[in-house]
């Protein structure tokens, strides 16, 4: 019976579920999880030994680039990014090349492997969404689904400015259906826009040119609209000044607009039976922390800024954050962020590419090595870690590296690592430039994260934020039956030994999706199914008639057609809408 299993005697990690390492089976039946199969249904079942292992929801990133132009501009920038890291073809999986920028195939591969199911790709330009959306398809192996960016968007920065909300309401739940996305991602608000005259803003109260609106209005009015259209994820937030010495300041201060703002969520869909409340109650995910938490005035003094940060999630509750990690080594940068990958090309000199999306966004692109020697990277390695680390709840936070701006994808397991193991930290404060003890924080802190958390931090907490732990996240009856299972015995887990902590994170001995067997030890073995997710918003016909008329005269400055500017069905796999706020 196709996607019908039992995982036996693993030692199950489900947050959501408040399981936490107990021995326990788990069956999927058709693809759902469920409480037992029947005897005559066993017959037909796979079965799985999972004795003295580590068994876990599929594996859910929230915040990652791996489909669209801005990534592909970065493949096609980076030649020597491909012959260091291949795959050969096999009897079922393509060809695929790419370290930090993996072509489609290899990079659904690679996710599979480390027991993931399910990726987000964070930034979708609207006029670029059909193009996200054909490589989201390609993409094997993944339930996927894709933030729009409409932080410096005009018609939206002019209905914020008129204070008309009615529109603009309108208008995010129009172009959610006409891309086909699923949340809003807003990057440097009010900055983009001025980037296009070759300028910035640098603070939250600072009106950019003509649209006249600060940061600080952008947010607002996004973070309210958001829950008044009952979006499931918060507003996906990129703060301004990002990457320049003293931004945590600005950050903390853009964490503090959304406060009064409460998170309702207004998915019309089939809860997963887990013990946890499975919707959200933040109503800003202020994304890759890290980037956003530089300290001191400049390059000399340069310091890691992340505990004002940190101090001020852990103590209120309408934030979530991911961490945006620095594992070392080769990266792409990659932002809707223009002008700040416009100073890092000035800093560094490497190759640089810079679009301007017309009326909507825009998106750098820049080749970048994070070395050890470095004393500014070394700290940022430091800070990362920090992020996760300061955070006494887990479930206020979520790790990433931002891929690939902090590094790809593949190094999540030496995160893990790094997260579960001091001695593993400890051992590399002795390779890294003195900066990263004398800057930071991270050297004193002794705090090891037990497996749960991170499986709060690397599906739970991912999906739970997202609005998707209705079937992801959990192993809760209802739920998705994608599982992870890891090379990991709890009881014998020593982690001093974190090189063994990075193999069985590298490699999952199974990769479980809707109830089949995808990928063994590092090899795929099956090419399953793939769902995408993007909202389907309700609204009054009334508004939405006359937001288009806007839409439509605005049009004549686009270069392509009204018609032209919808990405319909036919370009998703597997077109699954989420139903938002459809009493209403
Ligand atoms: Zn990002």
Redesign the pocket.
């Known amino acids: 019976m196709a996607g019908t299993i039992a995982i036996k005697n693993g030692y199950v990690y489900d947050p959501l579920n408040e399981v936490d390492g107990e021995v326990m089976d788990i069956f999927i039946k058709n693809g759902k999880v469920v409480t037992e199969l029947s005897a005559s249904e066993m017959k037909d079942a796979k079965e799985i030994d999972a004795k003295g292992k580590t068994v876990m929801p599929g594996g859910v990133d929230s ?1 990652s ?1 791996v489909a669209g132009a801005k990534v592909n501009t970065g493949r096609m920038m980076r030649p020597e990014d491909h012959y260091k890291f291949y795959q050969q073809k096999t009897p079922i999986a393509h060809s695929g090349c790419g370290y930090s920028v993996p072509s489609v195939y290899l990079g659904g591969y690679e996710y599979s492997k480390m027991g993931y199911t399910t990726v987000f790709e ?2 979708v330009p609207p006029m670029e969404a059909r193009h996200t959306h054909e490589e989201m398809r390609s993409t094997p192996m993944l339930d996927m689904g894709g933030y729009l960016v409409l932080g410096n968007n005009w018609f939206l920065m002019r209905y914020l400015k008129e204070g008309d909300t009615e529109k603009a309401a309108a208008y995010i739940s129009w172009m959610m259906k006409t891309h086909k996305t699923y949340g809003i991602k807003c990057v440097n608000p009010a900055g983009v826009e001025n980037w296009g005259w070759g300028e910035n803003v640098s603070g939250l109260k600072e009106a950019n040119i003509h649209f006249e609106i600060t940061p600080e209005e952008i947010i607002k009015g996004l973070t309210e609209v958001n829950e008044q259209l009952g979006i499931p994820m918060p507003v996906h937030l ?1 703060a301004n000044n990002l990457g320049h010495p003293g931004c945590w300041e600005v950050t903390r201060d853009s964490l503090k607009i959304p406060k009064s703002v409460k998170a309702k969520p207004n998915q019309d869909v089939e809860w997963a039976e887990t013990k946890m409340k499975a919707q959200r109650h933040e109503s800003v995910y202020l ?2 922390c890290q980037f956003n938490a530089f300290g001191g005035t400049s390059w000399r003094d340069f310091e890691s800024g992340v505990k004002g940060i940190t101090d001020y999630v852990n103590s209120n509750d309408h934030v979530v954050m991911d961490s945006g990690c620095i594992p070392f080594g080769d990266a792409t940068v990659m ?1 809707g962020d223009g002008p700040a990958i416009h100073d890092l090309y000035k800093l560094t000199g490497n190759k640089w590419s810079n679009t301007d999306v017309e009326c909507e966004c825009g998106s750098g692109v820049l080749p970048f090595t994070y070395l050890k020697s470095n004393p500014i990277h070394s700290v940022q390695w430091a800070m990362g870690l920090e992020v996760l680390l300061y955070v006494n709840d887990a479930w206020k936070s979520i790790m990433t590296t ?1 891929s690939p ?1 902090g590094g790809p994808f593949i190094k999540y397991p030496q995160v893990i690592a790094w997260l579960m193991s001091n001695k593993a930290r400890q051992d590399t404060f002795e390779e890294c430039h003195k900066w990263a003890s004398d800057r930071s924080g991270l050297a004193a802190e002794t705090r090891e994260m037990t497996l749960s958390e991170i499986a709060i931090l690397t599906r739970a907490n991912a999906a739970r934020t997202i609005g998707l732990a209705h079937r992801k996240g959990t192993l809760a009856v209802g739920a998705d039956g994608d599982v992870a299972i890891y090379n990991l015995d709890p009881k014998k887990l020593e982690v001093n030994d974190y090189e063994g902590i990075v193999r069985s994170f590298q490699n999952a001995a199974y990769t479980v999706k809707g109830g089949e067997v995808v990928a063994q030890d590092g090899e795929i073995v099956a090419i399953p199914e793939k769902n995408t997710f993007y909202s389907d918003i309700a609204i009054k016909a009334d508004s939405e008639k006359e937001m288009l008329k806007d839409v439509k005269s605005w049009f004549k400055y686009y270069t392509i057609g009204f018609n032209n500017y919808p990405t319909s069905e036919k370009y998703l796999a597997n077109p699954t809408p989420i139903k938002v706020n459809a009493e209403r």
């Open positions: 915040h680039h964070a930034a990129h994304t890759h932002t931002d701006n």
